[in-house]
């Protein structure tokens, strides 16, 4: 099978059942008369108007870019050094490991009012919320990948006099890849529900205060609306994290695809 015919049935498996769906809840909903489930129609003309609009975009969207762009990259960047450190470092790991295990059971947005209180209600108190939240997945995944690494690699490169910063670079985080990724995408779930939660507290633009302020003032339409934006931003985003991943962990895909044709 050739390469375009394979990505044409994966881009045809993948959006077959969202298709299908969505035309069931078109025709469906045109029967429906309910102030509170408006017809997919009318949704879609509010989507149109708040979303596709080049200024309604920026004023609704831009601020939740900024948070999650902001916000998502700070919790990799510290979640990996923590994560790496304490994978490294086991009597760290085992003296931080209480405080640890008690500070990732509590919510990211249990933590708004006393964000609220320590740092306002501004941008910045929503980017810092974020990264709270949305750096326990990668951390803890990172510390497990590093803890992982085979000792073969290790003391081969040892043998080899690979020096530790080369051999952090070059051995322990490819190796501590592909779990690094798997934390990276659960906390990306984290940050679009954090960044919701955040923006219906005094913030004046972005998703959360759109979807909020559409159903204060009723705008049923214009509230789903929002839902469905927000649907598709994840979509989105999860594709770029994907594209990402696969670049990154090519290596990775080879060496699994040489050990599944040998076997």
């Given amino acids: 099978m050739s390469a375009v015919r394979r990505t044409g049935l994966i881009i045809a498996l993948e959006i077959w059942l969202p298709v299908l769906l969505v035309a069931i809840w078109w025709f469906a909903s045109e029967s429906v008369n309910s102030v509170y489930f408006p017809s997919l129609r009318k949704i879609m003309t509010a989507f149109v108007e708040n979303w596709l609009d080049p200024m309604s975009l920026l ?4 601020p939740s870019l900024q948070v999650i762009l902001v916000g998502y990259g700070t919790a990799l960047l510290v979640g990996i050094v923590a994560g790496t450190l304490l994978g490294l470092v086991t009597p760290l790991e085992r003296a931080v490991r209480p405080i640890v295990e008690a500070a990732r059971a509590v919510p990211g947005v249990a933590l708004l009012p006393l964000f609220i209180v320590l740092f306002g209600i501004d941008q910045e108190m929503r980017i810092l919320l974020v990264a709270y939240g949305a750096a326990w997945p990668v951390l803890l995944n990172t510390l497990d ?3 992982a690494v085979e000792p073969v690699l290790l003391d081969v490169g040892r043998v080899f006099r690979v020096g530790r910063v080369r051999r952090l670079f070059r051995v322990i985080l490819p190796s501590a890849g592909p779990q690094i990724f798997a934390g990276a995408r659960i906390s990306l779930a984290i940050t679009l529900i954090i960044m919701v939660v955040a923006e219906t507290v005094g913030a004046s633009g972005g998703v959360g205060y759109f979807l909020m302020t559409a159903k204060s003032e009723f705008r049923i339409s214009d509230m789903w609306s929002a839902i469905v934006a927000l649907g598709l931003l994840g979509y989105l985003l999860n594709i ?12 990775h895909r080879l060496q699994q695809s040489r050990l599944g044709g040998a076997s």
């Fill in 240 to 251: 770029l994290f994907r594209i990402a991943e696969r670049y990154v962990l090519r290596w």
């Fill in 59 to 62: 004023d609704n969207l831009g």
């Fill in 145 to 147: 990948g590093v803890r």
